[in-house]
């Protein structure tokens, strides 16, 4: 679950998973793709740092 404002009805929603339709890797991240509650497809990006590296012990 995350927020986002709508570019076609200017709301902030809340988006769950059930509106989510597609999940893309893109260069900066995660695309997510969905279905805002007025009916409009949107899509944002969490951006991931990837200059992180995580160690597996």
């Known amino acids: 679950m995350f927020t986002h404002t709508c570019s076609a009805c200017s709301r902030r929603q809340l988006i769950f998973s059930t509106q989510i339709t ?28 990837r200059s992180q590296t995580v160690r597996i012990a």
């Open 22 to 49: 597609s999940v893309t890797s893109v260069d900066a991240g995660i695309a997510y793709h969905f279905t805002c509650w007025c009916g409009e497809q949107q899509s944002a990006v969490q951006v991931t740092d």
